[in-house]
């Protein structure tokens, strides 16, 4: 299962996150400053799994943004992986520019493809859909 879902910039701070498992606010701001530092700090050649306290961290780095999801032990490393991706592969499809003027659409696809920490869809056009059903909307 998937704990949480962070965007991260280079200088460490939090664009999006997104947690599938309670956590109260001060302790997410001390997780999010210790996975962040020890995402950033690793160099690129090494593994982008993490074992982190009792869960494991997997991570991709797309230009200045750090994707880091935080999974529990029965979670597939290479299928979460694969999420982060997939989620930037639709980000790109979706937005031809800067996103992050554009959270509340980014929160759209994320909740299109992970649904109670579960990945539910991976179909780039289903994920889709809703938001040009509220472009049309917004259009007319």
Known sequence: ????????NKQGQ??????????EINKRAMLEAEVI??????????CSFV????????????????????IDQTENEMAVYELIH???????????????????RVHIILDEMVLNGCIVETNRNRILAPLFVLDKVAEG
Do not use: P
């Not at 299962?1 to 991260?8: E, G, Q, T, Y």
């Not at 530092?37 to 090494?46: F, G, N, T, V």
């Not at 074992?51 to 935080?70: N, P, S, T």
């Not at 996103?99 to 509340?104: E, H, K, P, V, W």
């Open 37 to 46: 530092k020890s995402c950033l700090s690793r160099s690129k050649d090494e």
């Open 86 to 104: 997939n989620f930037v592969e639709v980000l790109d499809k979706y937005f031809s520019r800067v996103i992050m003027f554009n959270l509340d």
């Open 1 to 8: 299962m998937i704990k949480f879902f962070l965007m991260v």
């Open 51 to 70: 074992e982190y306290k009792d869960f494991k961290l997997v991570y991709r780095q797309y230009a200045a943004l750090f994707i880091v999801v935080g």
């Open 14 to 23: 939090t664009r999006l996150s997104r947690y599938y498992e309670h956590v």
